[in-house]
Structure formats: C-alpha cells, structure tokens
C-alpha cells in the first residue's frame, strides 16, 4: 500500500520558518522524483520544489528560490522542505508527490496547512 504523510505545517509568522517533511512507504522511494506542491484558496496548484535521487540540482519555483531548500534521504525513504523567510503569499495547503522516473506513475499524499500570519 503507497503512502506519502506529510508533517511539519502550522502557523507561523512573516520571516520565520517551518520544515515539512514526507515519510513515503510502499513503493521504491529511490526510482521517484520526489516534489512538492501547493495550492492557496482559490487557486490551481503549483509546483515548488523537486528533486531527483542520485544527484542533479533541485528544481525551485522562482517565487521560493532563495528561500526553500528540498532534500531527501533515501535510506530512511523521506523527502523534507525547509521553508526560510516566510510570506503570507506563502500560505497554502503543501502537498508532496512522487514521480516515477521510467513511467508515469505518480503518488500523492494529503497535504499539510502551512499559514503565514501575525
């Protein structure tokens, strides 16, 4: 059975941060580009963040270059993002999601509130 839990969101205040991290189970974590994703109310959802395994550079969105930073470890199957310097434009629900590298199988999981406020 695939799983992907995110953890880690909340409420935080403009310029602080929060690291959200992914515990995949189910499939072979190491053959999945493994990314992030969000989505704001009333908005369609956007890629953040990926990353491959074996090397090669992440992929940022332009708007969290800077300041997100995606990472992964294969031996404990868990990709996290560090979230620094925190805007309110940054609230939405974050979601990761695998991507097999051969095929096209992909794997979502539920999606974690992250709020930036005062």
């Known amino acids: 059975q695939v799983q992907l839990v995110e953890s880690g969101g909340g409420l935080v205040q403009p310029g602080g941060s929060l690291r959200l991290s992914c515990a995949a189970s189910?499939?072979?974590?190491?053959?999945?580009?493994m990314c992030w994703y969000r989505q704001a109310p009333g908005k369609e959802r956007e890629l953040v963040a990926c990353?491959?395994?074996?090397?090669?550079?992440?992929n940022y969105a332009d708007s969290v270059k800077g300041r997100f930073t995606i990472s992964r470890d294969n031996a404990k199957n868990t990709v996290s993002l560090q979230m620094n310097s925190l805007k309110p434009e940054d609230t939405a629900v974050y979601y990761c999601k695998g991507v097999s590298i051969i095929g096209s199988r992909q794997y979502w999981g539920q999606g974690t509130q992250v709020t930036v406020s005062s």
């Open positions: 189910g499939f072979t974590f190491s053959a999945y580009a």
């Open positions: 990353i491959i395994s074996g090397g090669g550079s992440p």
